[in-house]
């Protein structure tokens, strides 16, 4: 079963084209230009460079966040567009989760970290066990503040293997806090892969064996929404009293 | 070859620049077969104003539905599409990104040229959905919540842009005034509505009109006017009569914006007036340019209010004309926030 993924929730623009999870094309740009205006002239070199047409494609897989709010938006609006044309069904997978690919098969517990800005990173934790076929997700993704993120990640007793985008910015106060039981992998192991993202897609298409409706996974609400809620709060808050 | 019929040009238009998510599908430059709107007014009601990042997140769950609706009120397939037309600008960038990245992949995976539009153009064009015998050359006004130009047209395509707002846009203004006012949002018919009850007379605001013979605009100093009444009453502890603000501020708004129409239309000679803009919905200024036009055999043209507000119908109506001139936008088309009409 030949598919596409589109990962467009990082600076990284990362397409590939499988076949039964196995990587046939791939495409990474981590360059100053923008998801729109790499995204789809690397899509069709791709289906160019590798022989294949549009109408041999039988899935699209995408990733659905968090990540950037307008990467994550760009990646769905394209995956859906041609989805809707090819009449294809679509899979949407976490970026945590794709990334957890990264670390296959490591003992350590594999922590992704996504920038999130605001010194805050989008996080997660898995483990690969010896008779595991995917990485267990043993913390749920979250938007925690870097300090506490690692001030979690020191109560635990294993060692942890970071990912990310941000693993290579932090290295330093990721090895300050954590010391020997921390593992940064270098950039060019660890940034978002099509390969990653092309074998989550592929567990999760056998897991649920159907498509599915795919919408934006940002995990925060937008500062209006939360200004608006806490300024709800303060007016509720006074009419208490 | 036979006789056989014409080929039809069938353009799919789309539009997410700011609140709206909206497709049709348009046959022919003329034949509009749908015509969907999802609005987010109500989403962005409560904070006062449109927010980026919500109308961004509102487009993203939109955009599919609409589209499909779209196609399926025309009871056509992306095979029988010519082209798929799409805003690239201006307008909010993250709603932009989602209406151009979606059309994008649709053109590409069916095979067919993609249109990037100008939204300022769009607004123009949607006079040509409901009028078939406009003969060029045109003058346009186009007042919308970010812009206000005088343009004048001498075919498709071919433009020469007379004059535009240094400041303020005029909706910018009425939203602004609207809101200083409590009328909440969107401020243009809010203001409409609260000024029937008023005094266009009540206040005397000032006039921009600029240097003589100038079809540039400037309203920036009018809202401060009504802002500088507002807050000198409130020192005194005075509360001035809201629908007679409104209805001198609107009447003010408007008198600019008809004595500069009229200008541009002595300097060029042309006899055609198009109104494009949300603004152009405002039945004080359509009123007031009827009734002046009428004096001097110059024809009036504007849309139905529903082509007045962002739609698809109108970036589709563009894209048709964009389409017989064999344009096509490269996969790279990015959004441009900042986009403008230049004379061309
Ligand atoms: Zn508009």
């Keep these: 079963m030949k598919y596409l993924t589109i990962d467009t929730t990082t600076k990284v623009s990362a397409i590939a084209l499988a076949e039964d999870g196995k990587v046939v094309a791939e495409g990474f740009l981590h360059t100053s230009k923008t998801h729109s205006e790499r995204i789809m002239p690397m899509l069709d070199q791709l289906f160019a460079a590798a022989a294949w047409t549009l109408s041999e494609l039988e899935l699209i897989g995408v990733v659905r966040g968090p990540g950037s709010f307008t990467g994550i938006r760009i990646g769905i609006a394209t995956a859906q567009g041609l989805a809707q044309v090819l009449n294809l069904p679509l899979t949407g997978i976490l970026s945590l989760d794709a990334l957890a690919w990264a670390g296959w098969g490591r003992n350590e517990d594999i922590v992704p970290i996504l920038d999130a800005r605001k010194n805050e990173w989008y996080t997660a934790r898995y483990r690969w066990t010896a008779e595991s076929t995917f990485a267990e997700c043993l913390m749920t993704p979250q938007a925690l503040s870097i300090s506490e993120c690692l001030e979690q990640l020191k109560e635990l007793e294993q060692r942890i293997c970071f990912v990310g985008d941000a693993a290579g910015k932090a290295k330093q106060e990721i090895e300050a806090a954590l010391g020997d039981r921390a593992i940064v992998l270098p950039d060019y192991l660890s940034l978002p892969r099509g390969a990653y993202a092309a074998q989550e897609v592929w567990r999760r298409w056998q897991e649920i064996g159907a498509g599915e409706k795919v919408e934006p996974y940002y995990i925060r609400f937008s500062e209006a929404e939360v200004n608006w809620a806490k300024k709800e709060r303060a007016r509720k808050g006074e009419n208490h009293e | ?344």
């Design chain 2, 1 to 344: 070859m036979t006789g056989s019929q014409e080929k039809q040009i069938t353009i799919l238009g789309i539009e997410t620049s700011c609140d709206e998510t909206s497709a049709a599908v348009l046959v022919n430059g003329v034949n509009l077969r749908s015509h969907i709107i999802s609005s987010q007014i109500m989403t962005h009601q409560k904070y006062g104003g449109v927010v980026p990042e919500i109308a961004s997140r509102e487009h993203s769950l939109h955009i599919r539905p609409v589209v499909e609706q779209s196609l399926a009120e025309a009871n056509v397939g992306f095979k029988d599409l010519s082209a798929i037309a799409v805003t690239y600008g201006p307008g909010l960038v993250g709603s932009l990104l989602v209406g151009v990245s979606g059309a994008k992949a649709m053109a590409y995976a069916a095979g067919i040229p993609l249109l990037g539009i100008n939204h300022l153009e769009g607004h123009i064009y949607a006079n040509f959905l409901e009028h078939q015998d406009l003969e060029f050359p045109l003058l346009a006004l186009l007042v919308s919540g970010g812009h206000t130009h005088l343009i004048v047209f001498k075919d498709h395509g071919r433009y020469e842009v007379l004059g535009y707002t240094r400041d303020d846009a005029a909706g910018e203004a009425l939203d602004k005034v609207a809101r200083a006012l409590g009328l909440g949002y969107p401020g243009g018919p809010q203001i409409q509505k609260t000024a029937q009850e008023g005094n266009e007379q009540a206040f005397k605001f000032p006039r921009a009109m600029l240097e003589p013979g100038s079809l540039d605009f400037s309203f920036s100093g009018m809202k401060s006017a009504v802002l500088n009444a507002l807050n000198s009453a409130h020192m005194r502890g005075e509360t001035l009569n809201v629908p007679d603000l409104a209805a001198s501020f609107q009447q003010a708004v408007v008198d600019v914006l008809v004595h500069k129409a009229l200008l541009a239309l002595q300097q060029t000679g042309v006899k055609t007036l198009l109104l494009a803009g949300g603004v152009a919905a405002n039945r004080l200024l359509r009123e007031t340019l009827e009734y002046e036009l009428a004096r001097q055999n110059v024809r009036l043209v504007y849309p139905s209010p529903v082509f007045c507000t962002d739609n698809g119908a109108m970036i589709a109506a563009a894209g048709y004309y964009h389409f017989l001139a064999g344009d096509a936008a490269p996969w790279t088309l990015n959004a441009v926030p900042g986009l403008n009409l230049k004379s061309q």
